[in-house]
C-alpha cells in the first residue's frame, strides 16, 4: 500500500516536471520560480507577523500581571476632610472603584474619615505612615495646613497626591524646588465662580434686576472661608457681573459650610430679611438644595421672582436645574478628579512622577445641558 503511494506520487512528479517541461519556453520557467519565490516570501512575511503578535501579546501579558502585581501589593492610605460632605463622598466612592479598577487590591486601600477636624486628620496621616502605606491621597481638613502635612509625609519618604482643597502658591512652589513627590489634583475654583456669574448674566439684566432699580441684589452663601474654593466662587461669581457692566448689591454675606441645613436656615433669615434678593449665589449645590427649601417656603418661585445658582453638578441639583427650581449650576467633575488622582498615585509608584499640579475644567449647567450632564454621572 505504502509502495503504491511512493510509486504514484513519483509518476505524478515526472509527469508534472514533464508538463512543466512541454511548455518548454524559460519565460514560463521563470514564472513558476518566481511565483514559488513570492508564495515563499509571503509564507515567511506571515509567519513572521505572527510571532510578533505572539510577542507582543506575551510582552503585554507580561507588564500587565507585573504592574496588576505590584499595585496589588500596594497600600494606599486615603484621607477624607469630611465623610458628610455630599461632593466628597461622590469623589471618595469613585477613587475607590478606579483604584480598584486599576489593580490595588480593595484590602489595600484605607480610606478615612478626618470628621473636620485638623488634629484628627493629622493623627490619621501619622497612623499611616506608622503603618507603611506606599502612597497617600490626602484632601486637608485645613489647606493651611498643608506644610505639616508634607514635611511628614515626604520625611517618611512616601509620594503625596493632595485632592480638592489646593494649597497655596507657597507650599507648592516648595514641592517644585525640592523636587519632592507631591502633587495637587483639582479644578480652579476661580473658573467655577466665574460660570456661576455668567449664568446670571446670560440671563440678560432686565430679567434678572427684578425691581428695576438699576442693581442687582444678592445673597452670598459661602463653603468653609478657609477653602480657596469658596473664597474664590465668592469673588468670582460677583466679579463676572460686574465685567459684564451690572451693578451689584450685597445683601447678606454668610457661612453655610457646605452644609445643606445650615444653608437652608440662613437664607431663610436672608429672605426675611431681605425680600428685595434677586439672586442668591451658593458655593456649593448642597447649600443651594437648602437655600430652594427656603425660597419655595418664603413663597418665592426660582426663575420668576428670584434666581438661584450653585456648583458640583449633584443629581438631586440638576433634577432641579431641568425642572427649572434652579437657575444653573457647574460641574465639579469628580470622575476625572478622582482618576487623575489616581494615576498620579501610580505613576509616583511606578517611579514615572508627575507635574505639581494637574487640573481639570468645570462646566457651566444650566437647563440646555443639565440632562445631558445627569446621564453622564448616572
Ligand atoms: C468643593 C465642593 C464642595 C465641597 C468642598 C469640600 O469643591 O464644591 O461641595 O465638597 O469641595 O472641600
Request: charge should be negative.
Amino acid at each position: 500500500m505504502k509502495k503504491k503511494l511512493v510509486s504514484l506520487l513519483t509518476v505524478s512528479a515526472l509527469s508534472l516536471s514533464v508538463l512543466a517541461g512541454c511548455s518548454s519556453s524559460s519565460d514560463s520557467a521563470a514564472d513558476v520560480a518566481s511565483s514559488a519565490e513570492e508564495a515563499a516570501e509571503e509564507a515567511v512575511e506571515e509567519k513572521t507577523e505572527e510571532v510578533a503578535d505572539a510577542v507582543e501579546e506575551t510582552a503585554a501579558e507580561v507588564t500587565d500581571a507585573v504592574a496588576g502585581g505590584d499595585l496589588a501589593d500596594k497600600k494606599v492610605g486615603v484621607c477624607i476632610y469630611q465623610f458628610s460632605d455630599n461632593f466628597m463622598t461622590l469623589f471618595r466612592n469613585e477613587l475607590e472603584s478606579y483604584l480598584v479598577a486599576q489593580g490595588f487590591s480593595a484590602d489595600n486601600i484605607t480610606i478615612v474619615d478626618g470628621a473636620n477636624d485638623q488634629a484628627t486628620q493629622t493623627n490619621q496621616i501619622q497612623n499611616f505612615i506608622t503603618s507603611g502605606v506606599d502612597v497617600l491621597i490626602i484632601n486637608p481638613v485645613n489647606s493651611s495646613s498643608a506644610a505639616t502635612i508634607t514635611d511628614l509625609v515626604v520625611g517618611a519618604n512616601i509620594p503625596l497626591v493632595y485632592i480638592n482643597r489646593e494649597p497655596d502658591a507657597d507650599e507648592e512652589q516648595r514641592w517644585e524646588d525640592n523636587n519632592w513627590n507631591v502633587c495637587y489634583v483639582g479644578c480652579d475654583a476661580r473658573q467655577s465662580g466665574t460660570y456661576q456669574g455668567e449664568i446670571i448674566v446670560d440671563l440678560g439684566k432686565d430679567v434678572v434686576d427684578l425691581n428695576g432699580d438699576g442693581k442687582i441684589q444678592y445673597i452670598m452663601i459661602e463653603g468653609d472661608p478657609e477653602n480657596v474654593d469658596a473664597q474664590y466662587r465668592t469673588e468670582f461669581s460677583v466679579k463676572a457681573l460686574e465685567d459684564a457692566g451690572l451693578e451689584v448689591e450685597c445683601l447678606d454675606d454668610e457661612v453655610g459650610n457646605w452644609d445643606q441645613a445650615t444653608a437652608q436656615q440662613l437664607v431663610a433669615n436672608a429672605l426675611s430679611a431681605h425680600p428685595e434678593t434677586e439672586v442668591v449665589f451658593c458655593n456649593n449645590d448642597a447649600m443651594a438644595l437648602g437655600a430652594l427649601q427656603s425660597i419655595e417656603s418664603a413663597g418665592r418661585t426660582v426663575g420668576t421672582d428670584i434666581y438661584l445658582v450653585g456648583v458640583d453638578a449633584l443629581s438631586e441639583a440638576l433634577e432641579d436645574v431641568i425642572a427649572g427650581t434652579m437657575t444653573g449650576t457647574v460641574f465639579n467633575d469628580h470622575f476625572s478628579q478622582s482618576h487623575s488622582a489616581a494615576d498620579a498615585a501610580i505613576n509616583f509608584l511606578n517611579g514615572a512622577g508627575n507635574d505639581h499640579y494637574i487640573g481639570c475644567d468645570y462646566v457651566k449647567v444650566t437647563a440646555d445641558n443639565a440632562q445631558e450632564i445627569l446621564d453622564s454621572v448616572k
